[in-house]
């Protein structure tokens, strides 16, 4: 199963750019930077390593096998931008080379270029990767001379607290402890707080845990993926959270709620129980520091009821927006066992979930991971060329065969969905669900 | 390590196409058309099945899964198509679903449409697969409403002498003998056999082998490739062989010789030996009926040195022409169960010889394969479009970096190579190579 993060970025060209501008992005980038050392390494095992994997650089890196020039077929929607961006997100990343890939992507019939990212979650996490990317774009639409995001001396990422496992950590340990099999967290975790953990996520411990109906996402998946992506304008979506008494996020999940109801309704495999979610949310200022010290992360995570069975978009929102504050608090209540635990379940769930076999628990802890990480609100360029889009695209596993990301940047939120190919069918109707769902909520709480 | 074959076939459109032609002939492909039942299987392993692979129908058959809509960027030159073609021959197929990707591939600038196709060895082996790909073409330009290559009631291959790992003894066998670990024919053969070919190939009998000199192919790959293509005038190649009192045969492995020995000296790696090709070729008719009684194949194969140390072009073709006769004469002397152990080496190379442990062998026992299938003599068409270029892609494994596929159609002699993209540095560079060298030998042997 492939185990990386993606990123699909829209720019607009800017205004003085020819008709050959992708392809001069594309050499731009090919030719005038040297990749970050974290970019040039690959692990390695061998006997000499007794079998540990370890990093190595890639003394024969191969930037043309890194840095892909792609084209889209016509008409050029981004229905096929988002086919194209499904195949690549399907394809294992192998050992033998520096595991990530930034795919230049011409023939938007708009006139944008797209680019896909591509990085094992050993190197950095979704939330790092998304940040790195960002971190190398400048708010300045008149600056030239700009290096690829894979460039050694590219700024690193600036919030540190929300960047954790990220480019800082890893280029310098010679041990691959991270998600080529698990989280560096993980790794170091105490097998008594697996048990915690697993306790707590199993609802044998009422703190931290629901129990989920199983649902069609709640099924074995195979390696192929569908991806689509679309944003609409935070102002919405803070109007709705204004008039219905809620946060941003739980707005973000009241409408992934809806359009998951609308969507199972219409395969007629609604359960009648609610779905439940699992969120990362940061912790505060005492789960930090209590996981910090234990090795863990300042990501914990909490189960969220979506209430997917309530017909009524404003119920929906209010049961999301109070299930929250009491997991919120459940993590507040807190052993440091269990924060630490919660910390690196929501730091990688990916990998975390796998190891710990939740997964496989039936009925399921949870139906879905739904992520929301803040991103620049201001617009950002490339060279001239601006960001108009910025969509995360992360890790299904099995039994968990949906995903869905968001970022927030320039006031709008971008939601990022990766599906298993055969295990959620049309994925693509989920978008046009979420823009109904937003549409219904603001009806509901009187936001429209 | 990918196993699978490819086919890059190029098509003229028919005169009355409109733009959207590649669309067209991708969704009258999608839609038209059943997959025949080879096309619709995969391996699949279970305790059911007491942990032995078999072939089971996919019951979710998706076929956008398998038939791919691709497009180049601009400025669309077959270098941008090789780029293309030598990452999708990089991924590899997954047991999940049936083994096999056609992708059809608008952009090129001349106008041209082209498909790639992908198909695990174990469904087919290479020759079987471009036989039954050209054989559902016609060679009428005016007939319409054919279906695509893949499906149900495609006529099959014609000479079945020459397709025999094929369509046909497949889909009904439930054990998954194939490719998947070795050949049917390999699977089946007693190791005594296997000794005796062992013995053969390492030269400790004088009938059938060489030994050949290490070269930069002959090392470890990594999993990713480049491919490269083209075609030459057949009447060009035959006026060489007539003038040089060889065969059309010789002359592709003299070209091939050539190109080697320049690419070679230009990277100061040429060796002081001869460079040793083994060629998979025809057996006659009572080598036949041996290697069938045995379960083995009619293909059985020739060790040729290439005399790439040689700097005359003449005098290379002459010691091919000659190494070839003593190869086919030594196959002649053959006891049965050589002549079984050859077939099976012919057949499957990729997979046979990393089962014998072959390709491990230092000196190695030749230094590439080098393949020459006929193919159909006149233009062929799908649906008023004429197939104008048909080039094999094949398999390289550890320590053969590099394989040549070569196969006639319509007069002319297409190459098709298959490099491990680190290993093998400026691929392309070889069909310069290859040009050169037919004009020298057309000067060598005065067929100019």
Chains 1, 2 share one sequence.
């Not at 009241?254 to 969120?279: H, Q």
């Not at 929102?317 to 997991?327: C, E, N, P, V």
Request: proline share 9%; hydrophobic share 45%; with cysteine.
């Amino acid at each position: 199963m492939p185990i990386h993060v993606g990123a699909l970025h829209l720019y607009e060209p800017p205004p003085d750019a020819g008709p050959d501008f992708t392809r001069a992005m594309y050499e731009h980038m090919r030719d005038s930077t040297h990749p970050s050392p974290l970019f040039r390494k690959h692990p390695h095992r061998s006997w000499r390593t007794a079998g540990i994997p370890m990093w190595r650089t890639d003394e024969e890196f191969d930037i043309e096998h890194h840095l892909r020039h792609s084209a889209l077929p016509a008409p050029g929607r981004v229905r096929e931008l988002f086919e194209l961006c499904g195949r690549l997100h399907s394809s294992r990343l192998g050992w033998d080379r520096p595991m990530w890939e930034m795919h230049v992507i011409e023939g938007l019939a708009d006139g944008r270029v797209a680019t896909y990212t591509k990085l094992h979650h050993a190197l950095l996490d979704g939330v790092a990767a998304m940040r790195l990317l960002a971190s190398v774009l400048s708010t300045d639409p008149e600056r030239r001379g700009m290096p690829a995001p894979f460039a050694d001396g590219a700024a690193p990422p600036r919030d540190k607290r929300l960047a954790p496992a990220g480019a800082s950590a890893f280029p310098g340990a010679d041990v691959l402890r991270s998600a080529l099999s698990l989280s560096a967290e993980a790794a170091g975790m105490p097998s008594a707080l697996l048990r915690t953990l697993a306790r707590g996520v199993r609802n044998e411990t009422s703190a931290v845990s629901l129990s989920a109906p199983r649902t069609l996402l709640n099924r074995p998946i195979t390696g192929s993926r569908r991806v689509a992506a679309q944003d609409w304008p935070v102002p919405r979506l803070r109007a709705v959270a204004r008039a219905g008494d809620a946060t941003l996020n739980d707005v973000v999940l009241a409408m992934c709620s809806g359009a998951m109801r609308r969507y199972l309704n219409e395969l007629d495999a609604l359960p009648e129980e609610s779905m439940v979610a699992m969120v990362p949310i940061g912790l505060n200022a005492r789960q930090v520091a209590v996981a910090s010290a234990e090795g863990g992360n300042a990501v914990g995570s909490v189960m969220v009821r979506l209430a997917t069975h309530r017909p009524d978009p404003a119920d929906r929102l209010a049961t999301i927006s109070a299930s929250m504050r009491d997991g919120k608090q459940a993590l507040a209540t807190m052993t440091p066992a269990q924060i630490v635990a919660m910390s690196a379940l929501g730091m990688a769930p990916a990998v975390a979930l796998p190891m710990l076999g939740l997964h496989r628990l039936a009925p399921p802890p949870f139906n879905l991971i739904i992520s929301n990480v803040p991103g620049p609100k201001v617009p950002h360029y490339w060279n001239g060329a601006r960001l108009v889009g910025s969509y995360p695209l992360s890790i299904p596993i099995d039994n968990m065969a949906l995903n869905i990301t968001c970022t927030s940047y320039d006031d709008k939120m971008g939601f990022g969905l990766t599906g298993c190919r055969r295990t959620v069918p049309h994925l693509q109707r989920l978008l046009t669900h979420l823009d109904e769902e937003l549409v219904a909520l603001e009806r509901a709480v009187g936001a429209s």
